[in-house]
């Protein structure tokens, strides 16, 4: 959808002077919960956080790309945190994609 629009009208002239273009495909789940894991080490964590199921149901709403994991995965923090979890468990993750994509419950899940 980028690589069209840059193409087109207004846009032609940079694409034009674009001279390495390269796409990330999505991450599959075992590379989420890689992700996670090394964000919450890059912060300082080094126990865990966020259950395995919770990641799956994160990674799914995020469908694999990392900025939406990591909204996904701060809003499930803050359910955890008004929950008064230590750890974010697969219900906190659910209520933040259906809080983060305006769904209720029966259309999401």
Known sequence: MLAHRLRMGDFASLD?????????????LAESLLYVKHQLAVAGR???LFADDAVARLH??????????????LASLMA??????????DACAKHAVIEMTH????QQL
Do not use: E, H
């Open 16 to 28: 034009q002077r674009i001279t390495a273009r390269y796409t990330l495909p999505p991450m599959d």
């Open 46 to 48: 080094t126990q865990p």
């Open 60 to 73: 799914q709403a995020a469908n694999g790309l990392p900025r939406s994991l990591n909204n996904l995965a």
């Open 80 to 89: 955890a945190a008004a929950g008064g979890k230590d750890l974010v468990d």
């Open 103 to 106: 769904d209720n419950l029966s």
